[in-house]
């Protein structure tokens, strides 16, 4: 069992669709992460939120939007996507600025929302 | 050159055999290292940091060779449960959100 959940586990979409992702946490964590995860190609950060507050865009397209209403949740809105997007989007959080390695404290994933475009 | 380099395998052991994985980096500033464990269609999760000194974590060794830019796992007494993804990676400050992970090396263990 782990403590962030992803909604849907499984999604397929339509290149002109809009759908969201929901990333939900249960550890009392005040940072939240996006990441994307491609075949054969090594986990992408996408998005950091700290307090609620966007820290980091890692350059990514706006068809992506990211939106942090507290610190336990975390949703990415998509539109207009691309096949090249489908991949696994994985959420997580941790401790903010967390400073690591650290004792007790890492980042913890949840199990992925795996998404295909069509 | 990639910031992160494993080699993706796959490694097929046999059970109780030791294998181990290297992982090279390319930022000379980088601080933290750490091991972290994939399964199948499943989320990473943290295997174990990797300190200087080198550490051992039960059947798991790591070590760091900051000269020579790379790291590696070791696993001794290898289990069928240990059949997963490993990823490599690294930070080159101190905060999670700089981590920046390998492409992983896959294990398979057999009977």
């Known amino acids: 069992e782990t403590g962030v959940t992803q909604t849907p586990r499984h999604l397929v979409m339509g290149m002109t669709n809009k759908k969201s992702l929901k990333c939900e946490q249960h550890?009392?964590?005040?940072?939240m992460y996006w990441y994307k995860q491609s075949a054969k190609k090594p986990l992408e950060l996408m998005f950091v939120?700290?307090?609620?507050?966007?820290?980091e865009n890692n350059s990514v397209p706006s068809r992506f939007s990211p939106e942090c209403p507290n610190s336990s949740h975390l949703f990415l809105h998509l539109h207009t996507l691309q096949p090249e997007d489908s991949a696994l989007y994985l959420c997580?959080?941790?401790?903010?600025?967390?400073?690591?390695?650290?004792?007790?404290?890492?980042?913890?994933f949840g199990e992925g929302s795996w998404l295909t475009v069509v | 050159r990639k910031e992160v380099e494993q080699d993706p395998g796959p490694f097929n052991v046999p059970e109780g055999a030791t294998v181990a994985f290297n992982c090279t980096y390319s930022?000379?500033?980088?601080?933290?290292f750490f091991w972290y464990r994939q399964d199948c269609r499943k989320e990473p999760k943290l295997l174990m940091s990797?300190?200087?000194s080198g550490n051992e974590d039960g059947r798991f060794t790591a070590q760091l060779n900051r000269a020579s830019q790379y790291i590696s796992l070791l696993i001794r007494d290898s289990k069928l449960s240990d059949s997963a993804t490993y990823l490599c990676?690294?930070?080159?400050?101190?905060?999670?959100?700089?981590?920046?992970f390998g492409t992983g090396t896959r294990l398979q263990v057999t009977l």
């Open positions: 997580a959080s941790s401790v903010p600025g967390l400073t690591l390695p650290s004792s007790g404290n890492t980042i913890y």
């Open positions: 550890l009392g964590h005040n940072a």
């Open positions: 939120y700290n307090f609620k507050e966007q820290t």
């Open positions: 930022n000379s500033a980088s601080q933290s």
């Open positions: 990797v300190y200087s």
């Open positions: 990676v690294v930070a080159h400050t101190g905060t999670a959100s700089k981590l920046t």
